[in-house]
């Protein structure tokens, strides 16, 4: 079995010593022009190369946040951490796709940034003083700590056991902007119009409170920044489930990122005595934070027994994304238990090899890892659910693993069915005998490569073909997306390449009568279209669609695509019209600084040639306000 942490290459996080070693930290400083060449070659080097090499830089951040640290001091700051080396880094922090400014606007004071020194191939605080432990209160270590971090996330999304390629951003440029000490508030967001990560200070009872120092914080908001740039117009909409979903996956990137760290596993192991339905530390999120704002001991919980029945018309998305993150808990213990099956089941064929939970957790990390995160290039480009994303799941699951011998579908199905995000029918369909992999009934044939060449390409494809791909002919078809992937299975097994096409168009729509109040008889529109995922030979790996309302044809297909379309419209207008009542649709205050985080509403509106569109709040935060879910019109100015 490879171990977590023992030569994992590319394949995943590597932070944490390999079990039973230390990290390998470089011992020498090698030239300038060899680190450029294993920079360029970097993909087919192990991850004990890019150690001893300096490929990987060590930067010492929390574990957790200072208040796990103060409680538990063998898990205060992880000095075995790495974050990537490129060679364009700068002061700042500055790599490719991130920069740190550290501008308070609460103080109006820009900090000195961290100097990158490029002899000694580390940064540095002014007046070359070393940002380790002795500098933790220095605003430069928090500097590098927020960007360390981000820098290695993103490599973890990115790598073959993830996403298999480069992300963009949900804004134009290629850095995002990362503001350290932001401001005063009880708060962290991402905001998508100022290109940035935004973390807040304040006071609490036990002195104050840097969001910037709270590992999971930053990684939960770097996960709204990597969903916006996969998915930019989840931002444009209205449902409860899309802006829950960009919750979840800001709580699923903290825990996965913590997770990854073999120190942290044995901690939770040995505080849990394997039983991961008691590891609080591991399902629990921003302790430090909790405790100052709630006096609870943490922000939010994995551990929890929310259905989407118990919670069926809640409207904050806080909330209802606990729903999909106890979910995925659910699915990482089972992972988890199978694999302490498997040590078990060696242990009777070889009873020399004892079983280790250590060895059955660091399995499980890269499956988390790759069963979580490679389902995201399956979501449709808009109006996502969680029905989404559990689809999602299970066919990049069969994709991955076609003969499934331990049964891991089946044990996910049962969780999906258990917490109401899949139905029994739903179970049967997909437990039903089918071929892995089919291709497209097409009228107009098109090869892969002519597909993959352009976005130009790819719509000359559409609408070749639209009577067959169920698209309206007089819709206006916009190529969103157009990328390919490398992926891998946990055994480091190449998957087939990926071909992922992201389409849309608009429906017009009225909100007719008093219902939508200000805004009535008011034009808006309807996002439709999909997400089709091929392979290198043309088969259709993966073909999500959000329909519109409009006739598509006169097959039983398209009848059930126009009735599928219908619903829709009608469950948008009547979520806008749950939003208008429960005074959640507003326009944001802002001033020279920017955005107003408190007097942003939960979903804002604009009008484009004349059609309203409606969206997500600019700002996707840490914290939510169930306590105000439905209360008035000014609800949005109170909450955080």
Same mark, same amino acid.
């Given at each position: ?128 003083? %070393? ?14 700590? #927020? ?78 920044? #990597? ?93 209802? %994304? ?50 979580? /995160? ?76 002519? /597909? ?127 939003? #208008? ?14 955005? /107003? ?23 996707? %935060? ?19």
């Amino acid at each position: 079995m490879t171990v977590w942490g023992e030569s994992m290459g590319k394949t995943g996080n590597p932070n944490g010593a390999a079990e039973g070693t230390e990290a390998q930290k470089p011992d020498r400083k090698l030239p300038r022009e060899v680190m450029i060449d294993l920079y360029a070659a970097q993909r087919y080097l192990g991850l004990e190369t890019e150690m001893v090499t300096g490929l990987r830089m060590p930067v010492e951040v929390y574990f957790k946040d200072p208040l796990v640290a103060k409680l538990h001091e063998d898990i205060a700051l992880d000095k075995d951490f790495t974050t990537p080396w490129e060679p364009g880094l700068r002061d700042g922090p500055t790599s490719a796709r991130f920069t740190v400014v550290d501008y308070d606007s609460t103080m109006n004071v820009l900090t000195a940034p961290a100097k990158w020194d490029r002899d000694r191939n580390r940064y540095l605080a002014p007046g070359d003083t %070393s940002l380790d432990e002795a500098a933790k209160d220095l605003f430069q270590f928090h500097q590098l700590s #927020v960007w360390a971090i981000v820098q290695n996330t993103l490599d973890f999304f990115e790598s073959g056991m993830a996403l298999g390629r480069r992300i963009s951003w949900g804004f134009e440029g290629n850095r995002l902007i990362l503001l350290p000490h932001a401001g005063y508030g009880e708060n962290a967001y991402y905001d998508r119009e100022s290109k940035s990560l935004q973390f807040y200070w304040f006071d609490g009872e036990n002195g104050r409170v840097y969001t910037c120092l709270s590992s999971d914080i930053v990684n939960h908001e770097f996960g709204h920044a #990597v969903l916006d740039g996969l998915r930019p117009y989840f931002y444009e909409s209205t449902g409860a489930q899309a802006a829950a979903f960009h919750e979840f996956v800001g709580d699923l990137t903290a825990i996965l990122m913590a997770f990854s760290n073999n120190e942290f596993r044995i901690k939770v192991l040995r505080e849990s005595n394997g039983d991961l339905d008691t590891a609080t530390l591991l399902a629990g999120l921003a302790e430090e934070f909790g405790s100052a704002v709630s006096d609870a001991p943490y922000l939010r919980s994995a551990l929890n027994n929310k259905t989407m029945q118990k919670l069926a018309g809640t409207l904050e998305p806080h909330v209802l %994304s606990e729903v999909m993150t106890g979910t995925m808990f659910d699915i990482l213990k089972g992972v988890f238990a199978k694999q302490r099956q498997a040590e078990l089941d060696r242990y009777q064929a070889d009873p020399t090899r004892k079983p280790s939970d250590r060895r059955a957790l660091a399995f499980t990390v890269p499956r988390m890892q790759s069963l979580a /995160i490679q389902p995201l290039d399956f979501l449709p480009p808009c109006d996502v659910t969680f029905k989404d994303y559990a689809l999602a799941l299970l066919r990049s699951e069969q994709v991955a693993n076609p003969t499934d011998p331990k049964g891991y579908r089946a044990m996910m199905l049962d969780v999906f069915v258990k917490r109401g995000i899949l139905t029994e029918a739903d179970r049967t369909a997909m437990l039903a005998r089918a071929p892995v992999f089919k291709r497209p009934a097409l009228d107009v044939f098109h090869s892969v490569d002519t /597909i993959s060449a352009s976005r130009g390409g790819a719509y000359r494809f559409l609408d070749d073909n639209r009577a067959k791909l169920l698209i309206p002919p007089n819709a206006d078809l916009v190529v969103t997306e157009l990328v390919r992937a490398s992926k891998l299975a946990t055994d480091r097994r190449s998957l087939p390449e990926q071909v992922v096409l992201q389409y849309i168009w608009r429906e017009e729509m009225v909100l007719e009568g008093e219902r939508f109040g200000r805004f009535a008889n008011e034009r808006t529109s309807m996002l439709c279209g999909a997400t089709m995922v091929l392979d290198q030979n043309g088969n259709q790996i993966h073909w999500a669609r959000k329909p519109g309302s409009v006739a598509v044809g006169t097959s039983a297909n398209a009848v059930a695509e126009q009735a599928a379309g219908q619903k829709r419209r009608q469950d948008v207008l009547d979520t806008i019209e749950a939003r #208008v009542k429960a005074g959640m649709i507003g326009e944001a205050i802002g001033g020279e600084v920017g955005l /107003i985080e408190r007097a942003s509403p939960p979903f804002g509106v604009s009008k484009a040639d004349g059609i309203l569109r409606f969206r997500l709040s600019p700002h996707f %935060s840490i914290r939510g306000d169930a306590e105000n879910d439905h209360t008035g019109d000014r609800q949005w100015q109170i909450s955080f």
